[in-house]
Every structure is written in C-alpha cells, then in structure tokens.
C-alpha cells in the first residue's frame, strides 16, 4: 500500500492521533497527487472544496519526500495556526523528529536596540506610550522569540511598536551593537536550518521584490513551495512589485534625523531644518488632498495644480534631506543608516511621480493624517514566471477557490503558471445540508433603494433562522445603511463590523448564538465557524470589484487597448471566486445545516449568471421562503 493511503487509512497513524478520525477519500486522493509532483518535479494546481482537509493533504507528501519544503500562507493568522495546530499533529502521527521554523516580516520581532535608544530618549512620550513602553521594556526581559504577537496585553497595531521594531530603513544590521542577541536574526537562522518552513505571502513577496534571483536573504532555497490560499497571491505579489511611499514613512524618516541630530550632529543646523521642512511639507500635500479619506486615480493629482506644487516641493526638501544626511553620515552608523533611507525614498517618490512610459497603474490613498503614493506593474505574469525558472523548485498552489466553472485559466493566466491541475469538491453533503434561496421580485443593484428593498427581502429569512446569520456586503455604504434599517426590525443582536475589533466581533457571534453580523469583505474568507450559531449567510450583490477604483479602471483599460474582453477575462473571473469565499462560511462541517440567499437578480436574468452558478456546490434551490421555513422548522 502507497505509504501515503497508510498514513490517511482507517487504522493509519493520522487516526491514532485524532480524535474521532474519518478517512477522506478526496484528502487522500489531493496527497497522492501532490505526491506524484513532487516525485516528477512538475508543478501542480489543487482546489481542495471545504472540509477535504487539504492542508495534511499537502503537508504529509511534503514532508515524508524528505525535500526542504517551504509553505507560504494567506495571513499571520493562518501561519501561527499551521506551525502551532498543524504540523505538531502529524510530526506526532510520523513518530518522526522533524525541524520546523517559523518566519514573519521584521515588524512583527522586538528590535531591542530600537527599544533601548527610545527608553533613552530625551524627547519624552505621551503618558499612555511611556506606559505601553514600559510593558514592553518587562515583556522584553521574559521572550524567548521576541515575536510581539506573544504580547497579549499590547496590541500589535499600537503605533508604539514603532519604537520597538525594526524596519528594513532603519535596521543597522550587522554594525547594530544587538546583532548577536538579535530575535529577527535568530529567526532567520531557524528558518536556514529548517526542513519545513511557514511563512507568509508577504514575506514571500518582499524577498521576491528585493531581490533579483532565489529567495535572496530572508527565505533559504527549497525543493518544493506549497503556496496556500493561493488565490490571494497575485494581489499580494503585484503590490510588492510596485512602489507604496507613504507619508508616514517620510515622517519616520525625519523623525529619526531629527533625533541622530539632537544626539550626535547638533553642529549642522542645516539637518534640523531640511528635517523639519520635511514635515511642514508633508502636512501641506495632505491638506491639498482635502479632507475626504479616499482612493483615486492619479489623474486626479495631474489635474490639481496645488497637489502637484505640493509633491514637487515635497520632492525637493526630501532632496535637501538627502544631501544634508549624506554630509553627516561619516558621524555615526544610525546617520548613515538615515542617509541611504533618503537616497532609497528619493529615488521610489521620483519613480511614482514621473511614469513617462505609461507602463504602470498609478493611484493615491488618504488617511485620516497621512497618504501614500503607489504605483503597480500592468501584469505580473511575466515577472513571476521568471521567479518561479529562477528557482528550480517544485510548486504546489492550492486554495478552495481557484477554478471558474471548473476552468483554471484566470489563476494561471495571472501568474504565468504553466502545471497541471486537478479539483476535489468538498466531502460535505450540499444536497441536503444546503438551501439557496433566491426570491423573486428583487431590485436591481442600480435601484437606489436596493438596500433598503433587500433588507426587507432578506427580515423573513432571519426570523425563520432565528438570526444565528452572516449578513454580508459588497460595500461599507451599504453594511451602514442595513445596521440602520435592521437595528429597529430586528429581536435578534446585530454585531456590526468595525464596532469592535473582528477577532472579538466572531468571539461574541459564537458565543451568542442567536446574533446577525454584519461584514464586508474582511468577513467573506477566512472565517470559520462551525455548528448552529451560523445557519444562514446572505449576500446583498454578486462581489464584483468596484468600477470606480482607479487600480481596476487602470487595468481594464490597459486590457480593452490590447484588444482583450477585461469583464469576461478577469471581472467575471475575480467576482465569481469571491462569491466562492462568501458562499464557503456556510457550511463548514458534516454537522451544519444551513440557507444561502443571495439578493442580486442579474443571478438569474445576465447570461453571466450561469457561470457563478456553475461555479458554487450543487444544493436544492428555492424562489419560495415557505421552503426556508421549512428547512428551519427540520432543524429545530
């Protein structure tokens, strides 16, 4: 018997170590394919539907091929969960030692040199900082890893981390006088001497985008490359192959002159100033952008003349900047270091700000306080295809999302794959643990009125599910505007995205039972919740990206021009694996029952809405809510 078939059998070693452990055909299946890359070095593309187990499906192959194997998540969250779940589970199965690593970006390590010079700092902090500071400081004293995520008493978007981490900008490197006890170092050296190593798309991406070949410094060569949620890929990677400058890094930036200036070159004023210029720039160019926060097209920079005089006199004191810095950076290694983030941030605000080949899409964002400046290549296809010969591993790439009507091209015309391919539905039993519901007489998503309409659609279907529901949107307007409506036609608690953080938002709904949460996408993927207090997931419109954002606009454009269909090609594409997402937190168990209601007509009257359906698990469909009624009252 294939060593594989043993370990996922009846009686194999995976069941001596789970609890009430079921054989799944479609897992075992997925291993021995993944197997057999691995075994001919081809490259491979696996959907796996919920519930197949796909990640044991891959890792075990991997793993028993004896290769150094590198696995790359969608999140942080997912990265923890296979290092600290995952592979503890099947290291204990194979009775085998196996060398694990795991590895995140340089902001996610305490630097403790940065530490030590801010707990030094003559400029003082706030009352509330010093104290998160000072948490730091005793948390310091205990960590073993240095990973800021074991501090469960700071979060780790407190901008106070700032101060405690390093940054590829302002990193000292070998000269730092911490470099032996270094927690990023040690982490690194970890993940060089790993068998199996768990990182995530952005660390992946970043080494990619700084360097020109393998894995340069921060990821070791390997033999095969397992990429999960590989649907989330090609977005990550083409904005680690753009340029992000934002506003707050030029601050940073200053911010650490100014304090090497009052530490160790007070005798050259003309730093203070070129510093402090900086700042009075940076704070004009976000008022010229008005107080709206928003995302725009570049066009809209070209064509306000104080924006643009803005950016050039940005440009210019952070070259007054440069030149200053480079004068004294012969002083200390903390002045150099500031002097080649100058040179490094010139060089990236010049190449967004002047695209005169027009290869590239190019867009803002504004914030509250800050802005960022962005530009992305057109198609990556090619740059990745190169990266992938560059490295001769084996690649694995798997999601439950990656075909479209059981067709691979929009995932691997993106990225340039070239691999065979192969779809395992999910083991769960649509059929009869499923109800889509799709009444009749919705408005269409023009309607100005559509949200306001499809609440009330969508009121008999909570009640029938007694809550226990996932309301999900296309758009924060109309998450907004259904809590409004909903909060006085509704017995049930209604959790409201953004009114907490979303980790205790899914604490609350679990725990409850009975409650409505309100998301956007943050909540269509990724989420998991089992058993009754999720048994029913509505969807205002089919997710098709917005027309209005000037990264897609771009885009579009630059494909209509090449003679390409961009709707068929890519915005179909993309909208129909995202409704695969929000569709697939319904059922997540061989346990759960529950009803799909989706609110968007052109389902049923666009000849594109035969593609979606083709696309989603086959169950009992329904235009009648007397069926929904129904289905609940089997339930209870």
């Not at 004023?269 to 160019?285: C, G, I, M, S």
Request: contains cysteine; proline residues 4%.
């Amino acid at each position: 018997m294939n060593k594989i078939s043993a370990f996922f059998g009846q009686n194999g070693d995976l069941s001596t170590v789970v609890e009430g452990y079921l054989p799944r055909p479609a897992q075992v299946e997925m291993a021995i394919a993944i197997q057999n890359a691995i075994n001919t070095k081809q490259n491979f593309i696996a959907e796996a539907g919920t519930g197949t187990g796909k990640t044991f499906a891959y890792l075990v192959p991997a793993i028993l091929s004896g290769k150094k194997v590198i696995v790359s998540t969608g999140t942080k969250n997912l990265q923890d969960q296979l290092f600290n779940k995952d592979l503890p589970i099947i290291r204990k199965a194979l009775k085998r030692p196996l060398i694990t690593a795991l590895l995140k970006g340089r902001s996610n390590y305490l630097c403790t040199y940065r530490l030590k010079q801010a707990l030094a700092a003559t400029q003082g902090f706030e009352r509330a900082d010093a104290d998160a500071l000072a948490k730091i400081s005793s948390w310091a004293k205990r960590t073993k890893t240095g990973e800021i995520s074991e501090m469960s008493s700071l979060a780790e978007a407190n901008p106070i981390w700032f101060q405690a981490t390093s940054s590829i900008d302002n990193c000292l490197g070998l000269e730092c006088p911490d470099y032996a006890e270094c927690y990023l170092v040690q982490a690194r050296k970890k993940a060089q001497e790993a068998e199996v190593l768990v990182v995530n798309h952005h660390l992946l991406c970043a080494d990619w985008s700084i360097r020109d070949n393998g894995f340069g410094e921060l990821l070791p060569d390997a033999e095969v490359v397992i990429i999960d949620e590989a649907h989330q890929l090609a977005d990550t990677a083409s904005n680690f192959l753009g340029i992000n400058i934002s506003a707050k890094q030029l601050n940073d930036l200053s911010m650490d002159a100014l304090a090497e200036y009052f530490s160790d070159a007070t005798d050259i004023p003309d730093l203070r100033t070129a510093a402090e210029d900086v700042q009075f720039e940076l704070k004009n160019v976000r008022l010229a952008f008005g107080t709206e926060m928003r995302r725009g097209e570049w066009r809209d920079i070209e064509d306000n003349p104080k924006i643009m005089a803005g950016l050039d006199d940005l440009a210019k004191q952070m070259r007054r900047l440069a030149d200053q810095l480079k004068i004294a950076s012969v002083k200390t290694k903390g002045l150099d270091s500031c002097s080649k983030r100058a040179d490094e941030l010139v060089q990236q605000l010049q190449s967004v700000m002047d695209d005169k080949k027009g290869q590239w899409i190019r867009w803002y964002e504004t914030y509250k306080q800050t802005f960022t400046l962005s530009r992305t290549p057109l198609d990556i296809a090619m740059e990745f295809q190169a990266f992938m010969q560059q490295h001769k591993a084996t690649w694995i790439f798997t999601s439950a999302t990656l075909s479209v009507a059981d067709k691979f091209e929009h995932f691997s015309k993106n990225l340039g794959i070239e691999a065979t391919c192969n779809s395992w539905g999910s083991p769960f039993d649509y059929e009869n643990q499923c109800l889509f519901y799709h009444p009749k007489g919705l408005p269409q998503p023009v309607d100005p009125d559509f949200t306001a309409k499809i609440v009330e659609f969508a009121l008999p279907v909570l009640k029938a599910s007694k809550g226990r529901a996932f309301f999900l949107f296309t758009s924060h307007r109309a998450l907004k505007q259904a809590a409004e409506l909903l909060a006085d036609k509704i017995d049930y608690p209604l959790l409201i995205q953004g009114s907490h953080p979303k980790t205790l938002l899914l604490e609350k709904f679990k725990q409850q039972g009975n409650a409505i949460l309100l998301g956007t996408s943050s909540f269509w993927e990724g989420i998991d919740v089992r058993g009754e207090a999720l048994s029913c997931v509505i969807i205002d419109k089919l997710p098709f990206a917005s027309p209005g954002d000037p990264v897609l606009k771009a885009r579009l454009n630059a494909m209509e021009q090449q003679g390409r269909n961009p709707f068929f090609e890519y915005q179909l594409p993309a909208a129909v694996i995202a409704l695969k997402q929000g569709i697939g937190r319904l059922i997540r168990d061989v346990n759960d029952r529950g009803v799909l209601m989706v609110c968007d007509p052109r389902l049923l009257k666009r000849s594109y809405g035969q593609i979606f359906l083709d696309s989603v698990p086959a169950m009992k469909r329904s235009r009648d809510i007397a069926d929904v009624e129904a289905f609940f009252k089997e339930s209870d």
